[in-house]
Structures are given as C-alpha cells and as structure tokens.
C-alpha cells in the first residue's frame, strides 16, 4: 500500500560546505527506499519507475513535507538552521503544481522561503524547456533559490545557461572523474562564466583532497561529496558535525560569503581575500601571484603574514588597521604603499562584503621596487623625504662611510650631532648619553648595537626594528618615543634611516602590553608629554 511505502522511504541529508571557510553552509535532502525484503534500494532502482508509473510527483511531494518538518524542528532546537535543497522531477508539473506543493508546506510550518531550495536537472530542462522556464520563474519570484542540477551531464549546457534564469549550478563532477588537465580546464572555464552571469557554483561529487584544493583556487564556492560526507540520516549529521567541529552558517553570514564567492578568483594580478573583524586579520584566499609578491619582501606563508599585521607591538600592524579602518569607513578602493625588507611594497585595496564588525577585502599586492620604473621609485624616496618631517628625529646611519648624518634632529641632540658625524659607536653612546632616560639606556644601547643591526632588520617579519624609550625633549623633559630602525632599498644593508617620534600608546597599552617585561614597582610612572618626569 501507499502508507507501506511511504514507511519505507527515508530521507537522508549530504552536507554542503563552503569552500572559503570551510564552513557548513547547506544540505541536500534525498529520498532513501529501506525495503524490508530487499533492503536498501538506490534512486536509479526506483525514481526510473515511478517516473514511468507517473508517480514521481508523491516521492518529491512527500521529500518536501518531511524537509519543511525538520527545518521546523531546527528551528525549534535553536540551532542555526541550514537550507536544505529539495530536487523536483520535470514529471512533477505534469500532475501538481509544485510551487502551491511547497509553499503549503512553507505556510504550515512558519519557514522563511530562503530555507528551501528547488534542484531541477539540466536534462529535465532539455526535455520541456518552455514549460519548465514559466515554473522555475515563479519559484524565483515568489522567492526561492533555483538551482541547475547535474550541470554538464547534459547536452546543451550552455544553451540552457542562456534560456533559463539560476541562482546556482551544481557542476557534475562524476563526469570529469579522470581529473585531466583537460576536464580541470572545462571545469574552470565553467565557474569563471557563471561568475560573469551573476550564478553561484557548487560541485557535488567531491572526494580528494586535490579536487578540493583545485575547487578553491578556482573560486568555486561550495562543495559537496563523500570527502565531507555521503548522504545520512539527519541525527547522524548532526553527529558529524560535533566530530568535525563544523560551525555553522547563519543567513546573515551566508549572504555576506556570498558577496564575496563572486570575485573572480582566475585574475592574472596577486590577488588575495582577506577578513577583517575590528581586531585581526585573517587570509580567506591567496592566489600563487600573491604569495610570490609576499615572497618578495621575505614573507614566506600567509601564517607569517598574519602574525606580522596582528602582532600589536609592530608598527606595520598600526599602518594596515589604520589602512582597513579607513577602506571600510570609506567603501572605496585604497591605496597603501610601505616597506618591508628593503622593498617597496604596495596594496591595492577594496571592502566588498561586511556583517556587523567583520569586513571582507579584495586585495591586491606589487612589488614596486621589482615592478617599476626608476621614476617612480624616485618619486616614492621624495615622499618619504617628506614624511620625515612627520618624526623630531631622523638619521641616516651609513655602515661605509662609518657616519651618522642628521635629517632632522632634536634640539637635545643639536650640539654634537649638526652635521654629518663619523664614528657611529661614539654617536650612539653620546645620544643615548645625553637623550635617553638613565634607565632606559642600557636597553637603548641593545637596541641601537651596530654588529648585529643589519641582521635584527633581516630577521624581522616587519623589515624593520623599534621600541619604545623615553626621551628628552626640546624643552629638556623625557616623553615615551617609540625608536624605529628600516635599511634603505637598493643599499645592500648598508644604509638605514633611523626615526624617533612621541609614541601614540597611552601609558596604561605601554605597562601592560610593551613594557611588562621592563617595568618594576620601583620604577619611576611612566610618562608623556602631558604628565612628565622631572
């Protein structure tokens, strides 16, 4: 009987995961049939004949019923509630109207419609393009996602993109199975023109691990296969979940990944994603011209990146937060040009999706020392003649000629530092005599120590050294100045600039974060130049 079957059909759930995040983002639901004679039988044993039988459309009627009664239950958990896409036979108009099938369904149980998502076959549409291209435009209409299933096993795949209007294509990869260079080819081909028309990707049928590595550096957004998953019951997803430790996505952060799975990932220019949540920043995607433009300044992995412009205690670090604090007020694309390990480096970038305090960047990153002419690298060494002025002090410390010649110097250190000076371990002991607090200076004379300089500045994720002291002023009082060192391009570390300036760290940031390890009961407060020391 009808109830006998029903009781026999089961409904199992495959996982979709992001491929930015690697995040689960969605599940599939599909129909099972545990007969109790013949055990498990497979879709090709059944959904074949009851097409035949013109039955189809009670299976994915009832698959519709059972997946709007677990969203509800998942609603009801309190847990995020993932959308679960529900395939539709090209039979099912012939004898329902399977918009009014689901939106009852919809109605009974209280769901937003985005929990629902429609699967037609590209073969279904081969078959009854015209009919099928009125109904998938009511479902998008009336508010759910429409995706193309099994995209590329058909015969006219891209006369179907043309005529029909998708959200997403799910890209067969048992087709492509070999995994040539060939099939790679078709497959990239494939996501770059879904981009272009405004579709989403998704591959179903992943299993390695180099189908997924391949998948993401394509820009393909999310993944579905027995790499993460086979089809199961719902309570065992829900034990994988906690297995794997997957979070979750909620709607707010799946339009806001969304936003950013539409860039096209193929760009020939060192491209890269980076997230931002108000306190760090994390690498979502790198491309190889990216890192090879990293490498260029001596930062090997994105690991090492991010520790650069997270590690509070580096200037670098101050220089992007300031810098992404300003594109995602501006919501324009911006420019920083910086060094790092002698090298002029310059990031392009621009905010292109954000979620309450977190912000997606598309970055872009030259060499400009490598990458362009002399004119205008001579016009960057200009502007950072004129950003000198910014600093009370700037020396330039010449190892050939053993000299220490002054940009800008500080009233304190007027008297015997005028002009170029030789003999740079007398200028480094007379400045820390006469311009460092007594007792800062045993540190201070660490930090400026001429036989290992070179190599501190080359060890430095930074490409650069500095710390905080306090120094005399013009008025003769000591104020907390932060000291930094960089050597100078195209000078074989030879040259350095040397730069002191008021440190912009209030006293309590400077106590617990940059001086924990110097700083005892019986020290003198610190102090700026507000509250000075006598």
């Not at 039988?41 to 059944?46: A, G, Q, V, Y």
């Not at 999310?222 to 086979?230: A, V």
């Not at 490498?295 to 300031?322: C, K, Q, V």
Request: aromatic residues 10%.
């Amino acid at each position: 009987s009808e109830m006998c079957i029903r009781d026999s059909i089961k409904i199992f759930y495959q996982p979709v995961v992001r491929t930015l995040t690697g995040k689960l983002c969605g599940m599939e639901a599909l129909a099972r049939w545990e007969d109790p004679e013949r055990g498990r039988l497979t879709p090709d044993m059944f959904v074949p004949v009851l097409e035949d039988a013109k039955l189809i459309y009670k299976l994915d009627s009832y698959v519709v019923e059972q997946v709007g009664k677990r969203l509800h239950t998942m609603e009801d958990s309190g847990m995020p509630v993932l959308p679960i896409s529900v395939n539709l036979s090209s039979a099912d108009f012939d004898h329902v109207d399977p918009l009014d099938v689901v939106e009852r369904v919809v109605r009974k149980y209280r769901l937003p419609r985005s929990y629902i998502r429609i699967e037609i076959t590209e073969s279904a549409l081969v078959k009854d393009g015209k009919k099928l291209q009125r109904e998938i435009d009511r479902f998008r209409k009336a508010g759910y996602q429409c995706w193309m299933d099994d995209f590329g096993s058909g015969y006219s795949s891209f006369n179907v993109l043309q005529n029909f209007h998708f959200d997403e294509l799910k890209i067969d990869m048992e087709f492509l199975a070999h995994f040539t260079e060939k099939a790679k080819s078709v497959i990239e081909s494939t996501v770059r023109m879904a981009k272009k028309i405004g579709v989403q990707t998704l591959a179903e049928g992943v299993e390695t691990k180099e189908q997924l590595d391949f998948l993401k550096s394509i820009g393909c957004e999310k993944i579905q296969g027995y790499y993460f998953g086979k089809p199961m019951p719902y309570d065992n997803v829900v034990e994988r979940i906690k297995e794997q430790h997957w979070v979750t996505e909620t709607r707010e952060m799946a339009q806001y990944y969304d936003a950013a799975g539409r860039e096209d990932f193929l760009t020939n220019c060192p491209f890269a994603l980076l997230e931002d949540d108000g306190t760090k920043f994390r690498y979502l995607f790198v491309n190889n011209e990216f890192m090879k433009s990293l490498a260029t300044a001596g930062t090997t992995s994105t690991d090492m990146s991010e520790h650069t412009i997270n590690d509070n205690a580096s200037p670098l670090s101050h220089l992007f937060r300031n810098f992404a604090n300003e594109i995602a007020e501006s919501g324009k694309e911006q420019v920083l040009t910086y060094t790092s390990k002698n090298q002029y480096m310059r990031l392009r970038c621009k905010t292109i999706a954000s979620c309450g305090n977190k912000h997606i960047h598309r970055a872009e990153l030259i060499n400009v020392t490598f990458n362009s002419d002399q004119r205008q690298q001579d016009m960057l060494d200009g502007l950072v003649r004129s950003i000198y002025y910014l600093y009370n002090t700037v020396f330039i410390i010449n190892f050939d000629e053993n000299s220490c010649n002054p940009i800008v110097a500080s009233a304190s250190s007027w008297e015997f530092l005028h002009q170029k000076t030789y003999g740079l371990e007398e200028v480094r002991l007379s400045y820390a005599r006469q311009n460092i607090h007594p007792d800062d200076q045993e540190r201070f004379l660490e930090f400026v120590r001429l036989d290992n300089m070179e190599q501190r500045i080359e060890d430095s994720p930074e490409g650069m050294i500095a710390d905080y002291f306090r120094t005399k002023g013009a008025d003769g009082n000591f104020t907390w100045d932060v000291h930094t060192i960089i050597s100078i391009p195209k000078t074989n570390g030879k040259v350095f600039l040397y730069t002191a300036k008021l440190s912009p760290l209030d006293d309590e940031t400077l106590r617990k974060h940059v001086f924990k390890e110097y700083i005892k009961d019986d020290k003198p407060e610190l102090k700026t130049a507000e509250n000075k020391a006598e």
